[in-house]
């Protein structure tokens, strides 16, 4: 008797079923493609004569390959679409044609379903084209091809694609937006335990992956934009007129404190073990929390184990460098780091209830400062309004304490009464940036706060010295806020209050004017 992969006469070895397999694979995916492609053709010469089905294709019910460990057990009901079951169009089926839609509404993919077939990605690859893209599109040609879930815009661009604002099918021209400054790559950007948040390739996807988006017809798109830009503030005029900055033409250009910098925009992109990892959690646990609390929003999370990558549809950061972005890599370079959360309240309209505002403008000075020295100087701004847990909770949070006494020692109490925890921005995925940027060591560190000091330093990336906030700089009704940080655990080369003394420490109240 022949062994199982050796042919006989008139027999068949295994290879040969595994070929005639994979063929029967490709026969079928090409079809489902063509059947996709006539549906959308039949759907936009006649929308009135279909209506809309929530039920997707006969889906696979293979247990899913690569699923992690998690307490998470699906249930997911799968139907056949019945000629003789179909109701009659309705208003809202016509409406949803005349939008653009399809006669199918896909609820979920499945690994190894028919006509999946996503690019390969392997994060922590040493290089680009290893890597592989991340595919989030789903516009016709590419929504088979897609390795990740999300998208930073989802929301917007859902809506504009409903609104008829927007063609699915659009793709970018990008001619001439390549960055406008060189980075790295660097060692860090293949290591999986050090960027686990953003895509290291993601300022040159367009054109790492040209191939891929021409011959594969594949949609491809950057998370990562690089620019330059003059940047003016009054503040820093004022710094001018001091003689704290001195107008050097490079770095501060003239008398008015207009600055140059290259600004870095970063949409987040999350590998999704590596997440877990950061966060001492199991992968499945992660899923199913994003999975529920976003309303079940990205079923794929847990019906693709396979995708291993989410773009949160949550902000993402911005870097501003001061001086030559090559020298934020070179050790021999001094560098001074702000890491700023952000708060549109001070930031932007300078109320004076936090000192956000003053130690951004302090950063920011310093950072040119450094810059014109001879080292370089970044500020990094991350989009986590009132510590991530949103404007609408510290405007609820400031109304308690107004109405209440204002006092330091309760400080906290105010934010966990009503929010559960008194912070949410989670730190621990802050220094992924810095990995990115190839900075191996911060010289001045311009923030008192313990959180982001610790994460950090236990990613690796000693600071030799932290700066706080000078006195003169904090606002009198942030007193509160400052005094109250300092006694949590915030640097300080001053006096650390004792419970008695905060108790002392009081905000204005709404009705007075001096304070």
């Known amino acids: 008797m022949a062994s199982s992969g050796s042919g006989t006469d008139g027999g068949v070895s295994m290879a040969d079923v595994l070929e005639a397999l994979k063929s029967i694979q490709e026969s079928q995916s090409r079809l489902a493609s063509e059947v996709e492609s006539v549906s959308y053709r039949l759907d936009s010469l006649a929308p009135s004569l279909r209506a809309p089905s929530p039920d997707i294709s006969r889906t696979s019910s293979t247990p899913l390959a690569g699923v992690p460990t998690s307490p998470v057990q699906t249930t997911l009901a ?185 600004k870095f925009a970063v949409e987040p992109v999350w590998y999704l073990p590596g997440v877990a990892e950061r966060f001492g959690i199991d992968e499945g646990v992660l899923r199913r929390s994003l999975f529920e609390h976003t309303g079940g929003s990205y079923p794929e999370l847990i019906t693709r184990g396979d995708i291993k990558v989410f773009l949160p549809p949550i902000g993402g950061l911005t870097v501003y460098c001061f001086g030559d972005p090559a020298k934020m890599s070179d050790e021999k370079s001094r560098l001074a780091l702000r890491i700023h959360d952000e708060c549109n309240g001070s930031d932007v309209f300078g109320s004076d209830i936090c000192t956000c505002r003053p130690y951004l403008i302090f950063g920011i000075e310093e950072a040119v400062r450094e810059a014109q020295n001879g080292g370089s100087g970044v500020v990094i701004y991350f989009r986590k309004e009132g510590r991530a847990l949103g404007e609408v909770t510290k405007y609820l949070v400031y109304n308690a304490r107004k109405r209440g006494e204002d006092r330091a020692s309760d400080y906290f109490k105010r934010t966990e009464n009503i929010a559960g925890v008194k912070d949410m921005r989670f730190q621990a995925l802050m220094p992924d940036i810095l990995h990115w940027l190839g900075i191996k060591k911060i010289d001045r560190m311009l923030s008192m706060s313990n959180m982001k000091y610790d994460a950090i330093v236990g990613q690796g990336i000693p600071i030799h010295e932290r700066v706080e906030l000078p006195e003169e700089l904090i606002p009198a009704d942030s007193r509160v806020e400052i005094d109250a940080k300092i006694t949590a655990g915030y640097f300080t080369t001053g006096h650390r209050m004792t419970a008695d003394e905060l108790k002392a420490v009081q905000g204005r109240m709404w009705e007075d004017i001096d304070h």
């Not at 509404?105 to 592989?132: C, E, F, M, S």
């Not at 595919?135 to 990740?148: D, E």
């Not at 604002?165 to 790295?184: K, S, W, Y």
Request: one cysteine or more; hydrophobic letters at 35%; aromatic letters at 6%.
């Open 78 to 262: 799968t139907s056949e679409s019945d000629a003789d079951k179909t109701p009659p169009a309705t208003k809202e089926a016509v409406q949803a044609q005349k939008a653009g839609f399809t006669s199918r509404i896909i609820l979920t993919t499945y690994p190894k379903q028919i006509g999946i077939n996503p690019l390969p990605l392997h994060w922590g690859a040493p290089d680009a084209v290893t890597r592989g893209p991340v595919v989030v599109s789903r516009s016709s040609s590419t929504i088979r091809r897609r390795n990740a879930h999300g998208g930073s815009y989802s929301i917007y661009f859902a809506l504009a694609l409903a609104s008829k604002q927007l063609n699915v099918n659009h793709r970018p021209d990008f001619t001439n937006t390549e960055p406008a400054a060189n980075i790295g790559p660097f060692p860090q950007w293949g290591d999986k335990k050090k960027i686990v948040a953003m895509d290291p390739w993601g300022h040159l996807a367009p054109w790492l992956f040209a191939d891929v988006i021409e011959k594969e017809n594949v949609d491809i798109r950057p998370t990562i934009a690089i620019t330059k830009a003059h940047m003016k503030l009054p503040e820093l005029e004022e710094s001018v007129r001091s003689g704290r900055l001195v107008p050097d033409g490079k770095v501060c250009l003239n008398s008015t404190g207009e600055v140059a910098v290259t």
